[in-house]
């Protein structure tokens, strides 16, 4: 399709479902039911950006993402822009833990997980800063033992991006140098 239909498209449908509520300044779209937001047109916005796969528009549709190029992408973001939208999205979930579900994870993982973080449902937590290390994930000195159908955690970590509110965390340790995800709940 022609990027200008596109466009035209997008704007159509921002059109009729973004309500003025989230336009302009106003209450942050929140991600998760852990964090509530007071108007309920925020709430209806994040899920309809959630159906149509906009809320992380070019990860793959299987997986509750747009499937849109960087192109169109662009364009989304740009009639986001022209409307004043408040975007619904952001935050580990969708700029840390998916992209790395969707590039190491396995296929389970990514069912589990990628929808309900691309819909909101889910908040993601990374843990990656340490006493002595800070966030050089050079210096980690925490370990993931490989255990067989599970890895122990041995370490620390002293600030965890979302850490009482998560759903999912991504955990940055060492390991006997294989590329590891494991879920950890």
């Not at 159509?12 to 108007?39: F, N, Q, Y």
């Not at 980690?140 to 490989?146: E, G, L, M, V």
Request: hydrophobic fraction near 30%; include cysteine; glycine fraction near 12%.
């Amino acid at each position: 399709m022609p990027l200008e239909n596109f466009r035209t498209q997008v704007s159509e449908w921002l059109a009729e479902h973004c309500p003025e509520s989230a336009r302009g300044k106003g209450e942050i779209v929140t991600i998760g039911s852990k964090r509530p937001m007071k108007d309920p047109g925020l709430l209806q916005w994040r899920h309809s950006l959630g159906a149509k796969g906009w809320t992380v528009p070019t990860w793959p549709k299987e997986y509750g993402g747009g499937g849109l190029d960087n192109d169109e992408a662009g364009i989304l973001y740009e009639e986001l822009a022209r409307i004043s939208a408040r975007l619904p999205m952001h935050g580990m979930g969708v700029s840390m833990i998916g992209p790395t579900l969707l590039e190491y994870g396995t296929e389970e993982q990514k069912e589990k997980y990628l929808r309900p973080l691309a819909t909101g449902q889910k908040i993601g937590g990374f843990c990656l800063s340490e006493p002595e290390s800070g966030s050089d994930a050079t210096q980690q000195k925490t370990s993931a033992i490989d255990k067989g159908d599970y890895y122990v955690l041995n370490g620390v970590k002293n600030w965890i991006t979302n850490g009482g509110r998560a759903d999912v965390y991504l955990v940055i340790a060492q390991t006997d140098g294989k590329k590891v995800i494991k879920e950890l709940m």
